[in-house]
């Protein structure tokens, strides 16, 4: 085992709760191992030092218990202060999707009314347009008929003895 030193004392510094005991203790991967709180029923509350990828990979499965066994009763308390803990958190994240959800309609109705705004620009552009067409034909006409009215007024005139 890889331990430098044994002794603990109760400054306050990063970790993983807030009554951490900071420990010299290396596991056998050479880093710092930290104090974790076991959270299984069996255990739970009882706290231990851990390898410092605990229950992640490349863990080196360095273990150590720091208190002792704890009263039956003591532990069923915290297993159910820990479910009550979840239960709240995963309301608390519900709630939070809610409001992502509401967000995300008041998105949708801003779009949609811009939608619409588009929409009757693009009926307003085809109305001109369609007016423009209509003018353009008219003007042919005009100009299809004249052409026609003086070849046919030529022809009279050319026609006269
Ligand atoms: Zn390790």
Redesign the pocket.
Known sequence: MVIRRTRATTSKSSGVTPNEVESELT???G?R?PLLIAKTKKNAGRRFYG???FDGPG??N?FMWVDQKIPDQARDMIVELLERNQALSESSQSRCNDDYVSSLIAKMKAQKAKNGLLKEELARVKKGKMLYQLGFFLCMCYIIMGIIFNVKASEKFLSLP
């Open positions: 596991c056998y991967c880093l191992s390898c410092a990828k863990c080196c360095f």
